[in-house]
């Protein structure tokens, strides 16, 4: 069982930045691909960006390309999103998910998910 916790989340300006977190409490979370997901109210949820275990597979939603950047630090069991050049349409409760899966953009395939974390990008 791999427990994540997300952090980092908060209201910002648009064109600001933020950075999420996430923690997973597994030892074996070098092993695993971490994705970040976000599902704002009323709309499905949507893929934002995925890391492979080894950070050589990386991959990102077409609407934060060039904008958000996954990175991970397999000693510290942790996932980041750095987020810049916000834009009031990426509000939304962020997750952090885990997979085994090698489909990393298709949420069904993770298995743990955390609680999520609110954005929230004012015009």
């Known amino acids: 069982q791999v427990q994540v916790v997300e952090s980092g989340g908060g209201l910002v300006q648009a064109g600001g930045s933020l950075r999420l977190s996430c923690v997973a409490s597994?030892?074996?979370?070098?092993?695993?691909?971490m994705g970040w997901f976000r599902q704002a109210p009323g709309k499905e949820r949507e893929f934002v960006a995925a890391?492979?275990?080894?950070?050589?597979?990386?991959y990102y939603g077409d609407s934060v390309k060039g904008r958000f950047t996954i990175s991970r630090d397999n000693a510290k069991n942790t996932v980041y999103l750095q987020m810049n050049s916000l834009k009031p349409e990426d509000t939304a409760v962020y997750y952090c998910?885990?997979?085994?899966?090698?489909?990393?953009?298709?949420?069904?395939?993770?298995?743990?998910w955390g609680q999520g974390t609110q954005v929230t990008v004012s015009s």
């Open positions: 998910a885990a997979t085994l899966s090698l489909a990393l953009q298709v949420g069904e395939n993770y298995a743990y």
């Open positions: 597994e030892r074996t979370f070098s092993s695993y691909n």
């Open positions: 890391c492979s275990w080894s950070g050589r597979r990386i």
